[in-house]
């Protein structure tokens, strides 16, 4: 019944081996019980987000498989089926989200630097620009709707029959698909909405803990020492950025030459 | 690799924000060459030349925005890994498919 | 079998101690916000359980069914049912949370000197993930099952089935999320939480087993989700990816597939590797042979288990090239699971060699184990994959390294910790019947099964050519006497909780740190950090202990 510790005689080793007193007032208050201390706190939380965002590669990394296979083999469906997307809206959300990035990144050199109001203005910046992001997709999702592209929801294959017809097409000259080529459009635009669906899951849930942050990061929450939260918050805002990244490159510009 | 959890001081890098702009520009800059390079025919390196300056653009990012460059060994292993096992689930999984039915269907 | 290492205080005297992590909070609340990952390990250990013996229950509806060879029983459609949940019950709600989710979350921290796991919440979202695809499923069988087999094949469980599949499906993309977070915590908790002088080669190597299976849980299992989440998108929106008609390839979603349930099999063994590491070392009072081999070929299993998934898919319409790529794979995966199996053996040569019930758990499973490795090597040959597959040879394999293999395992597992995690001894007699009784019946079962395989009885059948019978009707007769194998632990164990005798700290005389502490352990686990000072499984160090102990006052 004696659960004496493992070494003999204690060893001085400060404030380590006095974890179990409970009158230890030393560490800060956001430190949590069975952590040893904050650094051993932060790194933890730090590598956990590390590998939940490998989680997130390998998630979005089954899309991108079945994407790179049906490139290849409906290419011509692909190319045309990009031209529908409106490269400007594209560009001007990638820009919006470099430029969220940048914010977020400047957020947690607010935060490391102990400048509240600073922060205040990144995180609402961050924000904002990510509601920007979400707007414009959705402008750009309502324009699928409005011509018929997306898959299971009275498809329409007109304007990969006829190119002539859709003003979009015109532009680059497209050339008329064939029929079964033209049905190979509707798995682009699957692929477009899954992935940009699932990426916009992503910002959606970014922005509602963006709006946490912000109320907390008045009470100073973030400002005191605790940078952990914030950084590893902007891990997860950079990764969803990268996504975005890819997608722009794989959705937006397979071809826009003629 | 074993932690020693004794050390007081915080060896966190703290990026200055001059670098951060440095790297705003650069993937600015980056998003209009992919942009501009998609409009030009390039043949077979149209997809190479995007996913390079892609891939550039998010090494940025990790490297910098999310301060990998000055992470410890353990996160950059992290990093490597997932882009590994990445790597090897479309590379395995696109050698079947290239192997029997690869090019215009 | 009088020889025995158990070394109980007196039990006139000796008493449980008031103070531990099952007595220091009261009330349904303290158990269901806990944060303490012995208590969260329990309430797995109950669902768990719970999940094993639905399971089971249809098991036995299979094996009532193949006694005859008509489908008489029940309607074909009703037998693929059955199947299909057996299958998906076992596979994601018992086998793999099995030692990770009760064994390795009760232990990691105490092996490693930590005061609980890295992330206590998680730990507790990670189980009410479980319940939650636990009750998605129950749903689904009460709402009529789901009859595309475990393996959801495209195109008919996207285009052709009328069942539950989307529920199905649900359910196994929150069950694994709750895999994927155990596997993150025990991760970071390996990497940061070891105490001071416990270096990576100090650890257990139930704690090298665990970081191995937790690698893949954590990037294996995402792209089954993603795989259920196409499934999900074809079923309602029929987009066709899936649909050959449509130009969509049903193979995709089978490489989806298999490249997380061929880790997942390894995710499944590598954590009861771990247990028997632990208990063949203490019934030898031998530290294991090749410490680093077997602990490196853990990590080689993970990795390598990443680039074999194709030979699920041999016969599916892969590419000749890409079956020999994977079938030659496949024969390098074999390796690092035969250097544990020498290891072992090496480690219980010249050991001082005793029988208590982990042990012949574990001699049960070395048997069975590498009987089921050696036949999924042969299955890892193209040629005779082709006549081999989809018949019970398969059904005998994965049967004998999961039930021979990994369920003796965790029978190992938790007949070994037992007296830590409710301080109170099994009944030993009883116990040890119990896993003969198990052994035997099991090779009544499964042993059949090969043999029906090879003659070319197909699995996933209801009827079959009366000329099976004899074999199916004597693995219906085994499996019976297993069914009993385990029934009983469960009967025994829980008379222990009030009757068993005392255990104490260490009735098994084992190193490890958790043996070093009270049993019950107390909720914070250590009322100081320990510092490892002495290398893994070293008895030298525990004799210097013992002698330094006091046993009693006068």
């Not at chain 1, 102990?114 to 707007?135: D, E, H, Q, S």
Request: hydrophobic residues 50%; glycine residues 8%.
């Amino acid at each position: 019944m004696s659960d004496s510790p493992i070494a003999g005689p204690a060893h001085g080793h400060g404030a380590l081996a006095e974890a179990g007193d409970p009158h230890h007032g030393e560490h800060p208050s956001y430190q949590r019980h069975h952590f040893e201390t904050v650094d051993q706190q932060a790194d933890a939380t730090n590598f956990a987000m590390w590998l939940f965002l490998l989680t997130e590669v390998m998630f979005f990394g089954g899309l991108f498989t079945a994407y790179l296979i049906y490139r290849n083999w409906y290419y011509p469906a692909f190319v045309a089926a990009s031209h529908q997307l409106d490269v400007r809206w594209g560009s001007l959300n990638t820009l919006v989200l470099i430029l969220s990035s940048f914010t977020m990144a400047m957020g947690v050199w607010c935060s490391e630097t102990r400048r509240r109001n600073g922060l205040m203005l990144c995180l609402t910046l961050t924000f904002i620009l990510g509601m920007a992001f979400l707007g414009i997709k959705t402008i750009e999702y309502h324009e699928k709707w409005e011509k018929h592209h997306i898959p299971g929801l009275h498809y329409s294959l007109q304007s990969f029959l006829d190119p002539a017809s859709d003003e979009a097409a015109a532009k680059y000259g497209d050339s008329p698909l064939p029929l079964d080529m033209a049905r190979h459009t509707e798995l682009y635009f699957f692929l477009y909405f899954a992935m940009t669906g699932m990426h916009a899951l992503h910002m959606i849930i970014g922005i509602a803990i963006l709006g946490f942050m912000i109320v907390r990061a008045r009470a100073g929450a973030y400002t005191n020492g605790h940078v952990t939260f914030v950084e590893n918050f902007g891990l997860y805002w950079h990764f969803v950025d990268i996504v975005w990244i890819y997608l722009f490159a794989l959705l937006y510009l397979i071809s826009r030459h003629q | 690799m074993s932690e020693q959890t004794n050390h007081t001081e915080h060896e966190h890098h703290v990026t200055s924000p001059t670098v951060y702009i440095v790297i705003l520009f650069s993937l600015l800059v980056g998003t209009a060459l992919t942009v501009w390079a998609s409009f030009i025919d390039l043949g077979p390196w149209n997809p190479v030349i995007a996913l390079a300056i892609a891939t550039s653009k998010a090494m940025l990012v990790v490297l910098f925005f999310m301060g990998v460059k000055y992470s410890t060994k353990l996160t950059k292993l992290t990093v490597i890994a997932g882009i590994f096992i990445f790597l090897g689930l479309i590379s395995m999984t696109l050698s079947d498919y290239m192997s029997r039915a690869w090019g215009r269907w | 079998m009088s020889a025995t290492i158990v070394s109980l205080p007196d039990q006139s005297t000796a008493r449980i101690p008031k103070t531990n992590f099952l007595t220091k909070e009261n009330g349904l609340l303290s158990w269901l916000l806990t944060g303490d990952h012995k208590r969260i390990a329990i309430l797995y250990l109950i669902s768990i359980t719970f999940f094993f013996f639905v399971g089971g229950a249809l098991a036995g509806l299979i094996r009532l069914e193949l006694l005859t060879p008509q489908s008489d029983l029940m309607a074909t459609d009703t037998y693929n049912k059955v199947f299909t949940m057996h299958g998906v019950v076992m596979i994601f709600l018992f086998l793999v949370p099995s030692v990770p989710a009760t064994l390795g979350n009760f232990f990691i921290p105490m092996m490693i000197g930590a005061k609980d796991l890295a992330l206590p919440k998680i730990n507790l979202l990670s189980w009410y993930l479980y319940v939650a695809g636990g009750i998605l499923v129950i749903y689904t069988m009460a709402a009529g099952g789901v009859d595309t087999g475990w393996t959801f094949t495209t195109p008919l469980s996207t285009h052709y089935i009328n069942t539950n599949v989307m529920s199905t499906g649900m359910a196994v993309f929150i069950a694994g999320f709750s895999s994927i977070f155990t596997g993150l915590n025990f991760i970071v908790t390996l990497h940061k939480m070891r105490c001071p002088g416990m270096t990576w080669f100090r650890l257990p190597l139930f704690c090298w087993a665990h970081y191995a299976a937790s690698i893949l849980m954590v990037l294996g299992t995402p792209v089954l989700a993603i795989a259920i989440v196409l499934v999900a998108l074809e079923r309602t929106v029929g987009i066709g990816v899936f649909d050959p008609t449509k130009g969509g390839d049903p193979i995709l979603f089978q490489h989806l597939f298999w490249f997380y349930s061929h880790p997942a099999v390894y995710i499944m063994i590598l954590p009861g590797m771990g247990v028997i590491s632990e208990t063949i070392s203490t019934f030898s009072r031998k530290r294991v042979f090749g410490y680093t081999a077997v602990a490196f070929s853990s990590v080689a299993i993970a990795v390598f288990g990443f680039f074999v998934w194709a030979h699920h898919m041999f016969i599916m319409g892969i590419s000749n090239y890409a079956v020999l790529v994977f079938s030659l794979l496949t024969m390098l995966v074999a390796v690092p699971s035969a250097i544990k199996i020498f290891n072992w053996t090496f480690t219980l040569y010249k050991g001082s060699i005793t029988f208590e019930t982990p042990m012949l758990y574990s001699f049960g499973f070395m048997g069975l184990f590498t009987i089921g490795g050696l036949t999924g090597v042969f299955l890892g040959a193209s040629g005779t994959d082709i006549h081999l597959t989809e018949t019970y040879f398969i059904v005998a394999h994965f049967h004998f390294v999961m039930v021979g293999g990994m369920l003796m395992a965790f029978l190992a597992g938790i007949h070994f910790w037992w007296p830590k995690m409710t301080g109170r001894m099994y009944p030993e007699k009883i116990s040890q019947m119990a896993a003969v009784v198990t052994f035997i019946g099991f090779n009544f079962t499964f042993f059949p099964q090969f043999i029906l395989g090879m003659l070319g009885m197909p699995r996933r059948y209801a009827a079959y050519p009366p000329e099976f019978q004899v074999l199916n009707v004597f693995s219906t007769a085994g499996a019976t006497i297993l069914g009993v194998g385990y029934l009983l632990p469960v009967l025994y164990l829980t008379w222990s909780l009030k009757y068993g005798e005392i255990a104490g700290n260490n009735p098994w005389q084992a190193t490890g740190l958790e043996w070093q502490t009270q049993s019950p352990p107390l909720t914070e686990n250590f009322t100081r950090i320990p510092i490892m000072d002495h290398e893994a499984y070293d008895y030298e160090w525990l004799e210097a202990q013992q002698a330094k102990e006091v046993a009693s006052v006068r």
